[in-house]
């Protein structure tokens, strides 16, 4: 266990409609990360806040949005759904002073567009 | 552009064969190179961070090396419990870069 929470586990929706997908990270992290892993792509890097603020974006669609919360918990907001956001969606965090790249991930919040 | 290409995709290996899982990349200025373990339906679990060309870190069966173009991922006598997918990562400016992964099978 990460210690790295993240909610739905697994969601179906419809094309066209919205989500949002939650995580908390560990205890005291303020950093989280939001990636996307599809099976052709890999893991690829939407975007990353610290302590309430973005701190740098990756390929993350205009449909889509984050924030972070003053209690640190994050929220990834995916809107105008299309059959190719279909992915595991995960969710990391890393503690202040803690190498960038060691993160600890969750478990994933795996979407179905339909 | 910063990449990394992973091989193979896949390696069926038997209960004690060794083998090497490869990670290349491309990348301004390397600020660590870091290896991933994933299980099926779970999030990546950080093994290893290499700095520089020459440096070794291991962890039981698993040993992960560093050159200026590549890294390794040795596997010694491999068990059942060693079948995951290994994912490579470069630290980018902004973010790391992951590889697509090496899915590993190890049959008793």
Redesign the interface.
Known sequence: DSGVTQTPKHLITATGQRVTLRCSPRSGDLSVYWYQQSLDQGLQFLIQYYNGEERAKGNILERFSAQQFPDLHSELNLSSLELGDSALYFCASTPAGRVPGELFFGEGSRLTVL | EDQVTQSPEALRLQEGESSSLNCSYTVSGL??L?WYRQDP??????LF?LYSAGEEKEKERLKATLTKKESFLHITAPKPEDSATY?C?V?AP????????TTLSVSS
């Open positions: 600020r660590g870091f339906g779970k999030g990546p679990e950080f961070t994912l990562a630290q902004t973010a790391l870069i992951f590889g697509k992964g």
